[in-house]
């Protein structure tokens, strides 16, 4: 009985002290952090109706109880990530002022090119283009650059660096997660040669293969979805010792919205909407 009761009291010990090494290697927690999102569109929330309320940066920052702020926007690059950065006053404050960091990019840098039909191309039939291989080596070094300049505004901040997902399905999905997980290699392998940089929260993991986590556009994370990236931020942030939950508190219910309707009008949205449907392996109606 005596050996048992050591053996529970160093485990205890041990559990108490791994505790304290991890909440020393980040740093104590101000009564209220100041927690920015930062990046692309999926960062911003922008497959839900009310981001303000429902995107999973808003669901961790009411969970945790932290402050929020939200810089990211649709269709931002590295590159121009990298100009808010350095070109930004008030995006460099914000910066210095974080305690957490949750960052979103890389996806956009492929989509968003005026070559992304020969690059679709070119990955359907197996090839990497000359497009993409260029595109490739210039997101990596923006990514570099993104990370050190954060870093130099603030050393002690917590970086939750996110992978890219995957949303569409057959033919196309498959070029599509080529350039995914090409994106998600070079975060991966940005933080093996640069040990604790930042922390890997996978979104890959959580959105790929799941239909109903994606929005009507098939592109971002529906009210769902943004409620799985915050559980998976909420595990990372208790895991670091940053947090105290892992179930996501909802402020608001989240608004679903259909993005073709709403930008090209009830009937030619609804028709492109289930063309694009269709052709990204999911449900047309």
Not at 34 to 62: Q, R, T
Not at 113 to 119: A, F, K, P
Not at 150 to 175: E, F, H, R
């Amino acid at each position: 009985m005596k050996k048992m009761k050591r053996a529970v009291s160093l485990a205890l010990s041990l559990m108490v002290a791994l505790s304290l090494l991890t909440t020393a290697a980040y740093g104590a927690l101000t009564e209220k952090p100041d927690y920015l999102l930062m990046g692309d569109s999926i960062a911003e929330g922008y497959g839900v109706a009310n981001p303000d309320e429902a995107s999973y940066g808003a669901i961790v920052a009411n969970t945790n109880g932290y402050n929020y702020n939200n810089i990211a926007r649709t269709a931002r690059t590295t590159e121009g990530l990298l100009s808010q950065i350095t070109g930004n006053e008030s995006a460099r404050e914000l910066i210095s002022e974080a305690e957490i960091i949750s960052l979103s990019i890389g996806g956009n840098d492929y989509f968003t090119d005026s070559g992304v039909v020969g690059i679709a191309a070119g990955l359907l039939v197996g090839i990497e283009t000359s497009t993409f291989k260029r595109l490739t080596v210039q997101m990596a070094e923006n990514f570099k650059k993104i990370i050190a300049e954060i870093k130099t505004l603030n050393p002690d901040v917590v970086i939750l660096m996110q992978t890219v997902p995957c949303s569409w399905y057959g033919p196309l999905g498959s070029a599509y997660l080529h350039g995914t997980e090409t994106v998600n290699k070079m975060i991966y392998s940005y933080l093996e040669e640069n040990p604790g940089a930042y922390e890997i929260v996978d979104v890959a993991a959580v959105i790929n293969n799941h239909r109903e986590y994606i929005a009507l556009d098939t592109v971002h994370p529906n009210t769902q979805g943004n409620i799985a990236i915050a559980r998976a931020v909420l595990e990372k942030l208790k895991a670091l010792g940053l947090g105290t939950e892992t179930e996501p508190a909802l402020i608001a219910e989240g608004i679903e919205y259909d993005y073709y309707i709403k930008y090209y009008g009830e009937f030619p949205g609804r028709l492109y909407g289930i063309l694009v449907r269709l052709f990204t392996g999911h449900k047309p109606f």
